[in-house]
């Protein structure tokens, strides 16, 4: 019977299918386990960091482009941080629907407003609804590197300095945990200080004993060594979210495909409930056919 | 309690050891600090960390390139954008990339941002050569 091998074809294919989705979500638990380990390891050096400069900042009453507050900027640069593959249930499209909605609503606030996308997907969406970006970087999930980071920062930090923006911000997903990304929109620059006193209870300066001391040695002059420490800041600052975003993408992936993998497993179990039921309706209307014909050739 | 943590954006390579001195390439040139140090905040340029671990007489050697050093009352912390033990140094490798930037330095084309970076690239290649001689030779 022709719809018997239907069915029967639909449900390997279902089963290929799933194979699929179980590989692709075993991959994405170990690299999500990666991107993991980079987060931890680059927290205690952003804490560092951050904490020294809150402490420069809070004793030398230093003043520093980087850190000028704007209090109306007009010129912005948004870094739109997405993935160059699909695939990821709705990490992709919640960037992208939030930068939009985030364009349409500030548009006419600047005067300038530009993009910079990471990410193959966030640049595509864009392009599809003719917003340009001033660049497009790609290849990201291969390789984080602190370096790739540093380049992304370098350019920011030069166009920035430049005078061509007054603000940078960036739109990314934050890593809450393996289940959940939140999109969140930060300040990049100028650099906001003021943060470092609200991290997290394990950072040196949450509770107030900071091991700064009024006669500190400064090699070279603290001018100089705030000026080198937020350059790096920036830099990891840049890093963290790359990091982030990574470790949401394989988390968002590996929801997906778990999902996926399940929705296949209930597919086939019906499929094959239908499958069974026609054999067995075929397998009875054969019976019948054979009894009745023996009936009637008694009779 | 002297403790020293040595960290880089993608390891943690020391993590509240205690140690009885510690050299740094600062900013001025060689650091050696031992417990009591006055506070201290210095950059550090590309060059070799060393320490001794608490009651050991032995050196243990990093190479770091660019960095930040903390001395504080209780420890030294040390950010380091690249750090390597000696280990993971591949000595011609090191040797191939000195010669290949010293050559691109040569280039009188060579646009200001490049030439930094190639200087560094020699620094950071020489000090590499450097620090395997000295672990050769004593």
Redesign the interface.
Same mark, same amino acid.
């Given at each position: 019977m022709a719809n018997l091998r239907d069915i029967r074809n639909r449900i390997s294919s279902v089963k290929n299918t799933q194979q699929i989705t179980r590989a692709m979500k075993m991959v994405s638990a170990a690299k999500l386990r990666r991107a993991q380990n980079?987060i931890q390891? +680059?927290r #205690?050096?952003?804490n560092?960091?951050l904490s020294?400069i809150a402490d420069i900042a809070s004793t030398e009453r230093l003043e520093h482009k980087l850190l000028a507050t704007v209090e109306a900027p007009k010129k912005v640069l948004t870094v739109v941080l997405t993935s160059d593959r699909g695939l990821a249930g709705g990490f992709n499209s919640n960037i992208n629907r939030f930068a939009m909605k985030y364009y349409q609503d500030n548009k006419s606030k600047y005067e300038k407003m530009d993009f910079l996308f990471i990410g193959r997907k966030g640049s595509d969406f864009f392009r599809a609804r003719s917003v340009k970006g001033v660049d497009t970087i790609l290849n990201l999930a291969r390789e984080v590197?602190?370096p790739l980071a540093q380049g992304v920062a370098g350019r920011l930090m030069d166009e920035f300095n430049k005078g061509d923006y007054d603000a940078v911000y960036l739109i990314y997903n934050e890593f809450k945990s393996a289940i959940s990304q939140v999109v969140t929109k930060e300040q990049l620059l100028p650099v906001d200080v003021s943060k470092a006193r609200m991290a997290g209870p394990d950072h040196p300066t949450a509770n107030g004993n900071t091991?700064f001391?009024p006669?500190?040695?400064?090699?070279?002059s #603290?001018e100089?060594?705030i000026d080198? +420490?937020l350059k790096?800041h920036f830099a990891?600052q840049v890093?963290r979210a790359m990091a982030e975003s990574v470790a949401a993408e394989h988390g968002a992936r590996m929801a997906a495909m778990e999902n996926a993998t399940k929705n296949a497993g209930e597919m086939i179990r019906s499929m094959t409930l239908t499958y069974n039921k026609l054999r067995q309706a075929s397998i009875t209307t054969e019976l019948i056919e054979i009894t009745s014909g023996a009936e009637a050739l008694k009779g | 309690m002297f403790n020293l943590?040595l960290?880089?954006?993608?390891?943690?390579l020391v993590t509240d050891l205690e140690v009885d001195e510690v050299i740094v390439p600062?900013?001025?040139g060689q650091l050696d600090i031992l417990p009591g140090h006055?506070?201290?905040?210095?950059?550090l340029g590309t060059g070799v960390v060393k320490y001794r671990l608490k009651g050991a007489t032995s050196y243990e050697t990093f190479l770091v390139s660019w960095g930040?050093c903390?001395v504080?009352?209780?420890g030294v912390?040390v950010?380091a954008?690249v750090a390597e033990s000696l280990a993971e140094i591949d000595r011609a490798r090191a040797e191939a990339n000195l010669r290949k930037a010293q050559a691109a330095l040569v280039d009188p084309l060579l646009e200001s941002d490049q030439m930094v970076m190639m200087q560094r690239k020699v620094e950071r290649n020489q000090a590499r050569i450097n620090a395997l001689g000295n672990d050769t030779s004593h």
């Open positions: 980079n390891n +680059l #205690p050096f952003a560092h960091i020294v590197s602190f091991r001391s006669d500190m040695i400064f090699e070279p #603290p100089e060594i080198d +420490l790096k990891i890093y | 943590n960290v880089t954006p993608e390891k943690k600062g900013f001025k006055a506070p201290l905040m210095t950059t930040y903390e504080h009352p209780d912390i950010l954008e």
